[in-house]
T-cell receptor, first 111, second 115 residues
Framework: QQQVKQSPQSLIVQKGGISIINCAYENTAFDYFPWYQQFPGKGPALLIAIRPDVSEKKEGRFTISFNKSAKQFSLHIMDSQPGDSATYFC??????????FGTGTSLTVIP | DTGVSQDPRHKITKRGQNVTFRCDPI?????LYWYRQTLGQGPEFLTYFQNEAQLEKSRLLSDRFSAERPKGSFSTLEIQRTEQGDSAMYLC?????????????FGPGTRLTVL
């Protein structure tokens, strides 16, 4: 059973546009929600993360929106750049435990 | 480079052979995780160490898989009698104890191809 559901599977955005990736979870014990960025042939790298006590976190062009009641969270990439083209994974975790990853979103930013 | 390192980066083997991968976590990170990632999927948890103790194992970790972290530093993941279904990227991650935010730092992975 997929603990974290992610959509869309792929996304094409024009340079300067906004990229939005959505995730949903079921387990209310999750208390840490990171987003990872992965380039081909590389391991995932932490992009931004949020705890459920806040509804939004912004770091530069990247923003996480978190809706605890709906058990959903999303990643917004503002002013998308070709260098943002990568696969993005959301994840959810309980303290000190394994991460449950979504299936990934392949983002392509067209110049 | 003070990040997580993995060796080898690529491994090609024939079905039925044994393979061993190594992971060196970030210094002083007490927690070490192994994940498996197949093409087009997110990483799937395999097992987790707190220092040298293996605390959790996934059902994905069949009895052909064994992981060790003998001195609480580096870790090895061994796959015996490899099968074509074992072909995947094997990722290692580490995190410090006391980090309530669970941030895990991933290595570059070992890509295994079983022929």
């Amino acid at each position: 059973q997929q603990q974290v559901k992610q959509s869309p599977q792929s996304l094409i955005v024009q340079k300067g546009g906004i990229s939005i990736i959505n995730c949903a979870y079921e387990n209310t014990a999750f208390d840490y929600f990171p987003w990872y960025q992965q380039f081909p042939g590389k391991g995932p790298a932490l992009l931004i993360a949020i705890r459920p006590d806040v509804s939004e976190k912004k770091e530069g062009r990247f923003t996480i929106s978190f809706n605890k009641s709906a058990k959903q969270f999303s990643l917004h990439i503002m002013d998308s750049q070709p260098g943002d083209s990568a696969t993005y994974f959301c994840a959810a975790a309980r303290p000190g435990n394994q991460f449950y990853f979504g299936t990934g979103t392949s983002l392509t930013v067209i110049p | 480079d003070t990040g997580v390192s993995q060796d080898p980066r690529h491994k090609i083997t024939k079905r039925g052979q044994n393979v061993t991968f190594r992971c060196d976590p970030i210094s002083e990170h007490n927690r070490l995780y192994w994940y498996r990632q197949t093409l087009g999927q997110g990483p799937e948890f395999l097992t987790y160490f707190q220092n040298e103790a293996q605390l959790e194992k996934s059902r994905l970790l069949s009895d052909r898989f064994s992981a060790e972290r003998p001195k609480g530093s580096f870790s090895t993941l061994e796959i015996q009698r490899t099968e074509q279904g074992d072909s995947a990227m094997y990722l290692c991650a580490s995190s410090p104890t006391g980090n309530s935010y669970n941030e895990q730092f991933f290595g570059p992975g070992t890509r295994l191809t079983v022929l």
